[in-house]
């Protein structure tokens, strides 16, 4: 069974900065390409960053570049999200998703996705 | 301001169909399928449609998804209250090489 665990969200002061882990299992992480999508509270989903399977490959939205790293370390399953400078428009839940190939790709969807992990920017 | 246009909400009663648009350009929708999502309050969202037209498994044939030029539809038939739920659809723009999603529409049922 696909399992996708973020954490790591939790209070932060802007300006500050913040790592997100999502936990995969039971499919091989390496073989496939993930992303990073965000909510703000009640607002629509907005999609952040993706990295290919190999980790050679990231894509980033414009409000994140520069502030925000996406990476993967295949041989802990894990994919991450480092954040820098956040702002108050940058509270929100973030999901990680899981493509259906290894390469980020016009054609493709997300059919696995995590919990969630709230982020909350404030002082 | 999503790159994709969905309204805000739309409603039925129990058994009708309802249409959801997502309204989108060249650079997006009209080169590239769509992808739509349902979301409960409070969960992470679910894949309800992918390559514009397809059905995953377990997702009943009362969904279903269309597109034509630069616009998609999803039509939910024989509306049941368990529908009530946030749709959004998504596809990548070419412009931005990434994917975009439409700002939402909030389905009620009546």
């Known amino acids: 069974e696909v399992q996708l665990l973020e954490s790591g969200g939790t209070l932060v002061q802007p300006g500050g900065s913040l790592r997100l882990s999502c936990a995969a299992s039971?499919?091989?992480?390496?073989?496939?390409?993930m992303t990073w999508v965000r909510q703000a509270p009640g607002k629509g989903l907005e999609w952040v960053s993706a990295i290919s399977g190999g980790g050679g490959a990231t894509y980033y939205a414009d409000s994140v570049k520069g502030r925000f790293t996406i990476s993967r370390d295949n041989s802990k399953n894990t994919l991450y999200l480092q954040m820098h400078s956040l702002g108050a428009d940058d509270t929100a839940v973030y999901f990680c998703a899981r493509d259906r190939i290894s390469r980020v790709y016009a054609s493709s969807w997300y059919a696995y996705w995590g919990q969630g992990s709230l982020v909350t920017v404030s002082s | 301001q999503s790159v994709l246009t969905q309204p805000p909400s739309a409603s039925g009663t129990p058994g009708q169909r309802v249409t959801i648009s997502c309204s989108g350009s060249s650079s997006n929708i009209g080169s590239n399928t769509v992808n739509w999502y349902q979301q409960f309050p409070g969960t992470a969202p679910k894949l309800l449609i992918y390559?514009?037209?397809q059905r995953p498994s377990g997702v009943p044939d009362r969904f279903s998804g269309s597109k034509s030029g630069s616009s998609a539809t999803l039509a939910i038939s024989g509306l049941q209250s368990d529908d009530e739920a946030d749709y959004y659809c998504?596809?990548?723009?070419?412009?931005?090489?990434?994917?975009?999603f439409g700002g939402g529409t909030k389905v009620t049922v009546l």
């Open positions: 998504s596809a990548w723009e070419d412009s931005l090489n990434h994917w975009v």
């Open positions: 039971g499919f091989t992480f390496s073989n496939y390409a």
């Open positions: 390559s514009s037209t």
